[in-house]
């Protein structure tokens, strides 16, 4: 199979998720306790007045007429309108997403930054104190839900240390940026979007920072066993060389796909996080459109959450099978 029809297989197989995204969340509305109505009709409405208003949002029509119009308009872009907001959907879901997406990738930095090096560390200093802090530390992480870590650092390093705020965003790192191009106090706006991020990023990026210490130790592990390491030491090259330029480079095939996938599960997965931190992402768009029993806005916030993570995973796909090409097979 050539690289072209792999690249056009996955993307066919993503149309198909994302179909079967759209129908589950869909079905959702019907299956859900309650009505939509009861969130938009005054508590003495009548019964005429609920009819009206059924027939205002679609409801009363055959449930196949209702989905086939909802995934029409879908097609051509239109989530519907948040008879909650009074506001496009559309329009009120890509705002919040830049939020999730800016999270989800500070995240993802404080994931890499921390876990790459420990992971190295601990591989090459195999059973020392070294190593057993590391896989300690790993441990901790995988084992630690991130609303409870988020609570915590709130309560030490907010309330009790007022270092970092407890919660809200500030200024975006679109902010940052512009302040260097409108030669603004860059180091007064960096600080005040590190004083918002901080805290939340690594609630998010915890766990995924000792999933990629796991697999970069494991990874080493298995790379300084090879002879071609041996051989290296053999030849009298610094050890530091062998271990950053030639282990570590052939280490981080595995890790760069998990960094993908990680990636797309820490956009869908920030929902518990913004809540705690009040972060004004995708996923407290979600807390708040399911407490008011906003279907529109729930049902365009999941979808494009689950599209964003179907996306990701095909881009790992593709990429990964344009690093090595074993793995596009007939």
């Known amino acids: 199979m050539s690289f072209g029809r792999f690249a056009l297989k996955r993307s066919l ?84 997403l830049p939020a999730t997406i800016e ?58 240390f007022n270092i970092f705020n407890t919660s809200g965003r500030g200024v975006d790192v679109g902010d940052v940026a512009m302040s260097v191009i409108n030669a603004e106090p860059f180091v007064g706006t960096l600080l005040t979007w590190l004083a918002y991020i901080t805290l939340p990023a690594i609630a998010l990026g915890t766990y995924f920072m000792a999933l990629i210490t796991r697999l970069t130790r494991s990874g080493m592990l298995d790379e300084l066993s090879k002879g071609y390491v041996q051989a290296a030491r053999a030849k009298g090259l610094p050890r530091t060389l062998i271990r950053y330029k030639h282990a570590l480079r052939n280490t981080l095939i595995p890790v760069i796909t998990v960094l993908g996938l990680q990636l797309g599960t820490l956009i869908g997965g920030a929902v518990i996080t913004e809540a705690v931190f009040s972060w004004p992402g995708l996923g407290t768009l979600v807390i708040e459109s399911i407490n008011q029993r906003d279907w529109p806005a729930l049902q365009g916030s999941l979808i494009v959450i689950g599209t964003s993570f179907v996306l990701v995973n095909i881009l790992v796909d593709v990429v990964y099978a344009y690093l090595d090409p074993e793995v596009v097979t007939d």
Do not use: C, H, K
């Open 103 to 160: 999270l989800a990738l500070a995240a993802s930095v404080v994931a890499i930054v921390l876990a790459i090096p420990l992971g190295v560390i601990s591989a090459t200093r195999r059973n020392e104190p070294v190593d057993y802090g590391a896989t300690l530390v790993s441990l901790g992480g995988i084992s630690t839900p991130n609303f409870w870590l988020g609570i915590m650092l709130i309560l030490i390093f907010a309330v009790e």
């Open 13 to 96: 197989q993503g149309i198909g998720v994302v179909w079967g995204v759209v129908t589950v969340v869909f079905a959702l509305r019907f299956v859900t306790p309650g009505s939509p109505i009861n969130a938009v009709a005054p508590l003495d409405a009548t019964q005429e007045t609920r009819q009206a208003i059924a027939a205002e949002l679609g409801l009363n029509q055959p449930l196949y007429v209702q989905y086939g119009q909802y995934v029409f308009e879908l097609l051509q872009g239109d989530m519907g309108r948040s008879y909650i907001r009074g506001q496009e959907v559309t329009t009120l879901v890509f705002e919040r």
